[in-house]
Structures are given as C-alpha cells and as structure tokens.
C-alpha cells in the first residue's frame, strides 16, 4: 500500500430535492483513501453510502465541497471528459451483477474496452484481455457461457472481470456480495482480496456485512450522511490464502507500526452495526 492519497473528499455535500421533499444525503463529509487500500463504508440504510460512492466516482455530481481522485477535480471536468476518466480509470462491481442476458462472458467483459472511444483497443485485442481478466478471476473455461447459463457467484466473477479488464486504479463495489450466499459470499471477496493485493488497486467497497468489513484495510462507518468513525482493521497486515500483502513491518503490524488506529467516534460503532444488520 502505498502513502499517496489517491481519492481525496474535503466538506462534500448533496442534498436531493424531489419536489415534495429535501434529502441531505452528505452533510459535509472528509474521507482520504490511500492508492493500494481496500475500504469499506458501513452504515444504517439511508447513510449515504451508496450516494457517497456515485459521488466520488463522478456518477452523481456533488452539491458543495472538492472530490479530486488522484490529484484531478471531478467537477472541472465535463460530462465527456468525466466519463472518458471514469472509463480508463475505474471499474465498478454491483450487486446485481448488470450483466447483458444476450452475450457471452467474453462480449460482456469486452464492452467497456470497445465503448471507450479513446482507447481504440481493436476487438480481437479486446477479446484478448477479456479473456485474460476472466482466467483471472477462475473463468477461463467458461468464456463462452451466457449468464443465465452461470451460477450467482459466476456472474459476479464476469462482473469483477469487467471491472478488472481495464485495469482501473480505482474500483467501486456496492454491495458485491450482498445477492450471494455465505460461502459464495467469502469466495468473492477472497478473489478480491487476492486482485487488490496483487495488482495494487485501491477497492472502496460499500456493505451491510461486518465480516466483509473485517477483512478490508479499514472501515469507514456513515451515519446521516458524514463519516463518524474511521477505523484501521487487522486485515491490513493480515494473509489471505496464505499470501501476505507485503505491507507487515515483521511483527505483525501495519507499516506505521500499530495494529489498530481509531480516527473518531468509535463509541458509535455497536450502535451502526445493530442499525446496519436491520
């Protein structure tokens, strides 16, 4: 991991006005996530966690405050140019995999590389990288199924392998696992685990589940739209399949030496985690 802030947040804020009613959906919020890091954003439904991950993605724009994602103000940018960043970038994991019923995994994979103007990767090139993101991921022998011919856990594979394919710096995850089955649920986010420490990617991962936040880097609890907790995990320096990240100082700590560091209201925490379970 490294200390170079990659996705910088200073006093966000957005407010959603229906017509017949005000939403403040981020009321002032700072987050710093470091290049290399994997977080996760917890919280009650309604916190804000998923309008915090279209913010600093530059899928929604923000109301006040500065988003800059490896040094770049989003809100310079035009809708082009943001969508073109976006595509070169950052690649995004959902819950309900979003994947087009009428191709196979290889075309679905390859989307994002043939709609990306300015890439101009050729479509036997994009084939290539699809099917290397897929063997990735453990699908190589299933490029040519469809996803209704794939299993849950199958398809969110085909679906980080379309983040992946890329290879963003960034990638945004809201609720990967939250449609998939305990066991699925650990095999998801070992495999991510596993591509974050690898390949170094920054991963902000948005969930409901204490044991995926436990095996982040850190944990970033949200309530009523501002971040009330910041928490390091032990994840941080920990294995995962008998790999270690190569961040551990020899001792069993993180690169600053603790094992554990505690930003703001921790107090908070059983409380978000009764409300964030319900």
Same mark, same amino acid.
């Given at each position: 991991?490294?200390?170079?802030?990659?996705?910088?947040?200073?006093?966000?804020?957005?407010?959603?006005?229906?017509?017949?009613?005000?939403?403040?959906?981020?009321?002032?919020?700072?987050?710093? @996530?470091? /290049?290399?890091?994997?977080?996760?954003? +917890?919280?009650?439904?309604?916190?804000?966690?998923?309008?915090?991950?279209?913010?600093?993605?530059?899928?929604?724009?923000?109301?006040?405050?500065?988003?800059?994602?490896?040094?770049?103000?989003?809100?310079?940018?035009?809708?082009?140019?943001?969508?073109?960043?976006?595509?070169? #970038? +950052?690649?995004?994991?959902?819950?309900?995999?979003?994947?087009? *019923?009428?191709?196979?995994?290889?075309?679905? @994979?390859?989307?994002?590389?043939?709609?990306?103007?300015?890439?101009?990767?050729?479509?036997?090139?994009?084939?290539?990288?699809?099917?290397?993101?897929?063997?990735? @991921?453990?699908?190589?022998? /299933?490029?040519? /199924?469809? *996803?209704?011919?794939?299993?849950?856990?199958?398809?969110?594979?085909?679906?980080?392998?379309?983040?992946?394919? #890329?290879?963003?710096?960034?990638?945004?995850?809201?609720?990967?696992?939250?449609?998939? $089955?305990?066991? &699925?649920?650990?095999?998801?986010?070992?495999?991510?685990?596993?591509? #974050?420490?690898?390949?170094?990617? &920054?991963?902000?991962?948005?969930?409901?589940?204490?044991?995926?936040?436990? /095996?982040?880097?850190?944990?970033?609890?949200?309530?009523?739209?501002?971040?009330?907790? $910041?928490?390091? &995990?032990?994840?941080?320096?920990?294995?995962?399949?008998?790999?270690?990240?190569?961040? &551990?100082?020899g001792n069993g700590h993180n690169g600053n030496g603790h094992s554990k560091e505690?930003?703001?209201?921790?107090?908070?925490?059983?409380?978000?985690?009764? +409300?964030?379970?319900?």
């Amino acid at each position: 991991m490294s200390d170079t802030i990659i996705i910088r947040a200073k006093d966000v804020q957005k407010t959603y006005n229906t017509g017949k009613v005000i939403v403040q959906a981020l009321r002032g919020l700072d987050l710093e @996530v470091k /290049q290399g890091e994997m977080v996760a954003i +917890m919280g009650p439904s309604g916190c804000g966690k998923t309008t915090l991950l279209n913010s600093l993605s530059g899928l929604d724009a923000i109301d006040e405050g500065i988003i800059e994602i490896d040094g770049r103000n989003l809100a310079k940018m035009s809708d082009k140019e943001r969508t073109a960043y976006r595509a070169a #970038n +950052m690649g995004f994991v959902f819950q309900f995999y979003n994947l087009l *019923p009428v191709l196979t995994a290889a075309e679905n @994979v390859e989307m994002p590389l043939l709609l990306d103007y300015k890439s101009r990767i050729k479509p036997k090139e994009a084939r290539k990288m699809a099917h290397e993101a897929l063997a990735a @991921v453990g699908l190589a022998d /299933q490029v040519d /199924q469809r *996803p209704t011919e794939l299993s849950g856990g199958q398809q969110q594979r085909v679906t980080i392998a379309r983040a992946l394919v #890329n290879k963003p710096a960034i990638v945004w995850a809201d609720e990967p696992t939250g449609d998939l $089955d305990s066991t &699925t649920s650990q095999e998801i986010m070992d495999l991510m685990r596993r591509l #974050n420490r690898e390949n170094g990617q &920054t991963f902000v991962i948005v969930t409901h589940s204490q044991e995926i936040g436990d /095996q982040c880097d850190r944990i970033v609890w949200m309530k009523d739209g501002v971040v009330v907790s $910041d928490t390091q &995990t032990q994840s941080a320096a920990a294995p995962v399949n008998g790999h270690s990240n190569g961040h &551990t100082n020899g001792n069993g700590h993180n690169g600053n030496g603790h094992s554990k560091e505690v930003i703001t209201n921790e107090a908070l925490i059983p409380e978000l985690q009764t +409300m964030s379970a319900n």
